[in-house]
């Protein structure tokens, strides 16, 4: 009796924060991936702090030297150690998935509601947009931008949200196409609500959980995407370390040592994959039409 | 049919024209004068407007766009920097990349749609939670990195593999030794991808009135699964393979960069490094226009393979 009071008093929206909660806990998953997810940022945020040795420090009595109670994970070719290498590295990888993934939001969520929304004219003109900017593979985007404003994190950045827009335009237009179908559309407008207070106001944050998730499944694509163009040259200039930019250069050490090629290489594959299980369970709890 | 495969070309044009309008004006954002880079850094008036004139620099920019444009229907993307032409460059370098794409794409849809089809068969069973846990490492490893250890393990460790390079089509099996490597890489991703995609719609389909209906004809089992269940599901993964493309254009230009093979990727890379700006024009256009034709064919098997398409979603 006692509980069926409490939840009456309680708002509804604090219910269903309580109920998402609770079917967040249920999956060991994507528990592990928002765990993994923090670790990840407090590394990057904290490097000076927990870093043994700043990123450039070198230790030429140990070059290419094994792991030690020294250095961690060992060393590379220029004595400098692994593990605060990585650590600092983590910092590139974080930055660009998430502002990549802004980038992207920003962009692609009004077009694509817009779009949605208006449907006709405006929807062609946008889809054709959208295959124009499809045209242009990430990579290829990502050479003409370094081509024109020269390599660097933050123009690896652009290329990488610029990438992300054009899937995202056709989902955000794809949610809209149905919310405005929704009872609320006409409540709206009966209430007098101009064409921008219906988007903005009542479409958007209808949507809000499917671009919650397509976020979380963005980031990790964008976080692949920094260390293939930071590998190639096209992203973070060395001696900044980045995780592409340790695997570039462990490339040339390939049978003296390995390792190098492989720590690098594990963190890159542990953070997206956390991101990916993240979304995974977050699409899982967040979709209606999945909810047990 | 006709009209709906005219209106496809239309749009595909369309898409054309913008993305070399905006390759155009993108290498004129380029900081820097081209006429001193075309006239070998001679900064002589006289030469520099020689050059100008030469190259129709001295024209407004609608006729310089017509003039390249004009000229690469024509096979005539210009000189680079070494003065040889980036049509032929491109043109010698193409096949080697289309080998490694297509290996890999065959590679892909042999290994990624029946481990779909098996996973959607056996929902809930050992069987699907091992493919289904492969197929989500296979799309967070990236496939630089996982040419990088294979280089580790299959030529520096085990010497089974060449480390890199490339051995022309008329040698078959030093060409295959040499690209077994690389299209493994590549395809590795992309049949996770197909996989998830190909697992996601069998179980739709799999829980449709028309399977249901041939179970209760009393066809069997396998009947139902590949004839009605696949047949259907394979309609949502060609359309996956279309998107996939771009992500393969990106996967050839890393994967040519790992393994030393110098293809069409390889130069991409090679252009920027070297700032030749008409080699980079040149290649990029290429790959854009690429894209476009091959997406163009995508749509036209989808809406062979999807009759519905042709009549109601005409409009998209």
Same mark, same amino acid.
């Given at each position: 009796?006692?509980?069926?009071?409490?939840?009456?008093?309680?708002?509804?929206?604090?219910?269903?924060?309580?109920?998402?909660?609770?079917?967040?806990?249920?999956?060991?998953?994507?528990?592990?991936?928002?765990?993994?997810?923090?670790?990840?940022?407090?590394?990057?945020?904290?490097?000076?702090?927990?870093?043994?040795?700043?990123?450039?420090?070198?230790?030429?009595?140990?070059?290419?030297?094994?792991?030690?109670?020294?250095?961690?994970?060992?060393?590379?070719?220029?004595?400098?150690?692994?593990?605060?290498?990585?650590?600092?590295?983590?910092?590139?990888?974080?930055?660009?998935?998430?502002?990549?993934?802004?980038?992207?939001?920003?962009?692609?969520?009004?077009?694509?509601?817009?779009?949605?929304?208006?449907?006709?004219?405006?929807?062609?003109?946008?889809?054709?947009?959208?295959?124009?900017?499809?045209?242009?593979?990430?990579?290829?985007? *990502?050479?003409? !931008?370094?081509? =024109?404003?020269?390599?660097? @994190?933050? %123009?690896?950045?652009?290329? #990488?949200? &610029?990438? +992300?827009?054009?899937?995202?335009?056709?989902?955000?237009?794809?949610?809209?196409?149905?919310?405005?179908?929704?009872?609320?559309?006409?409540?709206?407008?009966?209430?007098? *609500?101009?064409? !921008?207070?219906? =988007?903005?106001?009542?479409? @958007?944050? %209808?949507?809000?959980?499917? #671009?919650? &998730?397509? +976020?979380?499944?963005?980031?990790?694509?964008?976080?692949?995407?920094?260390?293939?163009?930071?590998?190639?040259?096209?992203?973070?200039?060395?001696?900044?370390?980045?995780?592409?930019?340790? !695997?570039?250069?462990?490339?040339?050490?390939?049978?003296?040592?390995?390792?190098?090629?492989?720590?690098?290489?594990?963190?890159?594959?542990?953070?997206?994959?956390?991101?990916?299980?993240?979304?995974?369970?977050?699409?899982?709890?967040?979709?209606?039409?999945?909810?047990? | 049919?006709?009209?709906?495969?005219?209106?496809?070309?239309?749009?595909?044009?369309?898409?054309?024209?913008?993305?070399?309008?905006?390759?155009?004006?993108?290498?004129?954002?380029?900081?820097?004068?081209?006429?001193?880079?075309?006239?070998?850094?001679?900064?002589?008036?006289?030469?520099?407007?020689?050059?100008?004139?030469?190259?129709?620099?001295?024209?407004?920019?609608?006729?310089?766009?017509?003039?390249?444009?004009?000229?690469?229907?024509?096979?005539?993307?210009?000189?680079?920097?070494?003065?040889?032409?980036?049509?032929?460059?491109?043109?010698?370098?193409?096949?080697?990349?289309?080998?490694?794409?297509?290996?890999?794409?065959?590679?892909?849809?042999?290994?990624?749609?029946?481990?779909?089809?098996?996973?959607?068969?056996?929902?809930?069973?050992?069987?699907?939670?091992?493919?289904?846990?492969?197929?989500?490492?296979?799309?967070?490893?990236?496939?630089?990195?996982?040419?990088?250890?294979?280089?580790?393990?299959?030529?520096?460790?085990?010497?089974?593999?060449?480390?890199?390079?490339?051995?022309?089509?008329?040698?078959?099996?030093?060409?295959?030794?040499?690209?077994?490597?690389?299209?493994?890489?590549?395809?590795?991703?992309?049949?996770?991808?197909?996989?998830?995609?190909?697992?996601?719609?069998?179980?739709?389909?799999?829980?449709?009135?028309?399977?249901?209906?041939?179970?209760?004809?009393?066809?069997?089992?396998?009947?139902?699964?590949?004839?009605?269940?696949?047949?259907?599901?394979?309609?949502?993964?060609?359309?996956?393979?279309?998107?996939?493309?771009?992500?393969?254009?990106?996967?050839?230009?890393?994967?040519?960069?790992?393994?030393?093979?110098?293809?069409?990727?390889?130069?991409?890379?090679?252009?920027?490094?070297?700032?030749?700006?008409?080699?980079?024009?040149?290649?990029?256009?290429?790959?854009?226009?690429?894209?476009?034709?091959?997406?163009?064919?995508?749509?036209?098997?989808?809406?062979?393979?999807?009759?519905?398409?042709?009549?109601?979603?005409?409009?998209?």
């Amino acid at each position: 009796m006692t509980a069926v009071d409490t939840t009456v008093l309680v708002s509804p929206r604090a219910r269903r924060r309580m109920l998402l909660r609770k079917r967040f806990l249920r999956r060991p998953m994507a528990v592990a991936g928002l765990v993994v997810v923090v670790v990840f940022v407090l590394a990057a945020v904290l490097a000076p702090v927990i870093a043994p040795y700043s990123a450039g420090a070198t230790d030429f009595n140990a070059l290419l030297s094994h792991s030690s109670s020294k250095h961690l994970l060992g060393t590379d070719e220029l004595g400098r150690d692994e593990l605060s290498r990585l650590i600092w590295g983590a910092r590139a990888s974080i930055q660009a998935g998430f502002f990549a993934t802004m980038l992207a939001m920003v962009v692609a969520v009004p077009i694509g509601m817009i779009a949605g929304y208006y449907r006709g004219w405006v929807d062609t003109v946008i889809a054709r947009v959208t295959d124009v900017l499809l045209a242009f593979p990430f990579i290829i985007l *990502a050479v003409g !931008l370094a081509a =024109i404003l020269g390599p660097s @994190l933050t %123009n690896a950045t652009i290329a #990488l949200g &610029v990438g +992300a827009v054009p899937g995202l335009i056709r989902i955000a237009r794809g949610e809209a196409l149905a919310l405005r179908e929704e009872d609320f559309v006409p409540a709206a407008i009966a209430n007098g *609500a101009n064409d !921008l207070t219906i =988007i903005f106001r009542h479409i @958007l944050p %209808n949507m809000a959980s499917t #671009l919650i &998730v397509q +976020a979380t499944l963005t980031i990790p694509g964008a976080i692949i995407g920094e260390a293939v163009l930071s590998f190639l040259g096209l992203g973070v200039q060395p001696p900044t370390p980045s995780w592409g930019v340790m !695997l570039q250069d462990a490339q040339s050490y390939l049978s003296q040592a390995p390792r190098l090629a492989v720590y690098p290489g594990l963190a890159i594959v542990l953070a997206s994959l956390a991101f990916n299980v993240l979304g995974d369970g977050l699409r899982d709890i967040l979709d209606p039409r999945t909810t047990r | 049919m006709g009209g709906f495969l005219l209106r496809k070309v239309g749009a595909a044009l369309v898409v054309l024209l913008l993305a070399s309008i905006l390759v155009f004006l993108g290498v004129r954002a380029i900081p820097g004068d081209p006429a001193i880079a075309l006239g070998a850094e001679n900064r002589d008036p006289a030469v520099l407007a020689a050059v100008r004139h030469k190259y129709d620099l001295d024209k407004p920019l609608p006729v310089q766009y017509a003039h390249w444009i004009w000229l690469a229907l024509h096979g005539d993307l210009g000189t680079d920097q070494r003065q040889l032409s980036v049509a032929h460059t491109i043109v010698t370098r193409l096949p080697t990349s289309l080998e490694l794409a297509f290996l890999s794409m065959l590679l892909a849809t042999l290994v990624g749609i029946p481990a779909g089809v098996i996973a959607a068969v056996r929902r809930g069973r050992a069987s699907d939670y091992a493919v289904t846990a492969t197929a989500l490492v296979g799309l967070s490893v990236p496939h630089f990195w996982l040419g990088l250890l294979f280089i580790v393990w299959f030529a520096v460790e085990l010497h089974w593999l060449p480390a890199s390079g490339y051995v022309s089509l008329s040698h078959p099996v030093a060409n295959l030794e040499h690209l077994v490597m690389p299209s493994v890489v590549l395809a590795a991703g992309l049949a996770a991808i197909l996989m998830r995609q190909m697992r996601s719609s069998m179980l739709s389909t799999l829980g449709a009135d028309y399977v249901r209906t041939a179970r209760a004809k009393g066809l069997n089992e396998r009947t139902v699964i590949w004839r009605h269940a696949v047949r259907n599901s394979l309609i949502t993964v060609t359309t996956v393979i279309g998107l996939q493309l771009g992500g393969l254009i990106s996967g050839v230009v890393v994967t040519e960069t790992i393994f030393g093979i110098a293809g069409f990727g390889a130069l991409t890379v090679e252009a920027v490094n070297q700032r030749d700006y008409t080699l980079i024009q040149g290649v990029v256009l290429v790959a854009a226009a690429g894209y476009v034709v091959v997406n163009l064919a995508v749509d036209v098997v989808y809406s062979l393979l999807n009759p519905r398409i042709r009549v109601s979603g005409a409009r998209t």
